[in-house]
């Protein structure tokens, strides 16, 4: 079981960039697949990126391509989101989310979640 803790949110104006971070509290984080997920006001929690265990794979949601870089340290027990080209329509609360079997990485079956960093981009 790991415990996850989330940082790096604020109010950015639309283009800028932010850098997420989600810190785990066990040494056991290299075992878990770690994702991001958003909730946005009035609407569904949805999968923003996610990575393998050794960092050899990545999946981005359409949103995300070519603007969010999902990546982790295991060493850290860290994993971030680089997001740039921050659009108004990104806000959202931000979730990391852990999982160490094997699920559908694009819905909520996870084993574990951080309790979200908000992120608002201004027009």
């Known amino acids: 079981q790991v415990h996850l803790a989330e940082s790096g949110g604020g109010l950015v104006q639309a283009g800028g960039s932010l850098r997420l971070s989600c810190t785990a509290s066990?040494?056991?984080?290299?075992?878990?697949?770690m994702s991001w997920f958003r909730q946005a006001p009035g609407k569904e929690r949805e999968f923003v990126a996610s990575?393998?265990?050794?960092?050899?794979?990545?999946w981005y949601a359409d949103s995300a391509k070519g603007r969010f870089t999902i990546s982790r340290d295991n060493a850290k027990n860290a994993v971030y989101l680089q997001m740039n080209s921050l659009k108004p329509e990104d806000t959202a609360v931000y979730y990391c989310?852990?999982?160490?079997?094997?699920?559908?990485?694009?819905?909520?079956?996870?084993?574990?979640w951080g309790q979200g960093t908000q992120v608002t981009v201004s027009s």
């Open positions: 066990e040494n056991t984080f290299s075992d878990y697949r």
């Open positions: 990575i393998s265990r050794s960092s050899t794979a990545t």
């Open positions: 989310a852990a999982v160490n079997r094997i699920v559908d990485i694009t819905t909520e079956d996870y084993d574990e």
